[in-house]
C-alpha cells in the first residue's frame, strides 16, 4: 500500500509460538490465550491487519500447510 509519497508502507509484526510452549530461544510466559480477553486481543491484532489490506504476506509455518495457506491468500485477495 503507498504511502503519499509512493513509497511501500511495510508491517513486521511477530508473536511467540502459541503451540509450542518452551520451544524457542526465548520463552514467553503466557496466560491462557483461549481465554476470553486473548480472543478478544487476537480479534482485535486480526481486525487491524484486514485494515491494512496487505498485498503480502510472511508466515511461519510447516511446509505441509503451505499450499493451504496460498490458496486462502489468493481468495483474500
Do not use: C
Not at 508502507?9 to 490465550?33: E, K, R, T, W, Y
Not at 485494515?51 to 486462502?72: G, I, R
Request: glycine share 2%.
Amino acid at each position: 500500500m503507498p504511502n503519499k509519497r509512493n513509497k511501500p508502507v511495510l508491517l513486521l509484526l511477530g508473536s511467540f509460538h502459541m503451540n509450542s510452549p518452551n520451544q524457542d530461544l526465548f520463552n514467553v510466559q503466557a496466560d491462557d490465550i483461549l481465554s476470553p480477553k486473548r480472543q478478544m486481543e487476537i480479534k482485535e491484532i486480526v481486525n487491524l491487519l484486514k485494515d491494512f489490506k496487505p498485498t503480502k504476506v510472511a508466515l511461519e509455518v510447516s511446509t505441509d500447510k503451505q499450499k493451504e495457506l496460498n490458496t486462502k491468500f489468493r481468495e483474500y485477495k
